[in-house]
């Protein structure tokens, strides 16, 4: 069982920057691959970005390359949201996931994770 708090959210201006972080805790936190997804309201959720239990490798949603980043610090056993240049289309809830993996160089798609932050708010005004 991983548990998983984000934190980092808020309201912003267009063209401002935001860092989100995501604390996991439990049996062998670090040993999981995670990702940020995003629900706007009246959408579904989408994948934003996500990176390996080994951190060597990361994947990211066309909407956001260039402007997102995600990192994590294996000694907090936290991942990092790194959000640049936000457009008013970023205003979403944004939730963290873990996904048990073998491979450490995997970056799962959605329907692979399995543990789910409760969601933060961002929000960008134009």
């Known amino acids: 069982q991983v548990q998983l708090v984000e934190s980092g959210g808020g309201l912003v201006q267009a063209g401002g920057s935001l860092r989100l972080s995501c604390a996991a805790s439990?049996?062998?936190?670090?040993?999981?691959?995670m990702g940020w997804f995003r629900q706007a309201p009246g959408k579904e959720r989408e994948f934003v970005t996500g990176i390996s239990w080994g951190g060597g490798r990361t994947h990211l949603a066309d909407s956001v390359k260039g402007r997102f980043t995600i990192s994590r610090d294996v000694t907090k056993n936290t991942v990092y949201l790194e959000m640049n240049s936000l457009k008013p289309e970023d205003t979403a809830i944004y939730y963290c996931a873990a996904a048990w993996v073998w491979n450490s160089d995997y970056v799962p798609p959605i329907s692979e994770y399995e543990y789910w932050g409760q969601g933060i708010q961002v929000t960008v005004s134009s």
């Open positions: 439990g049996r062998a936190a670090s040993s999981y691959a």
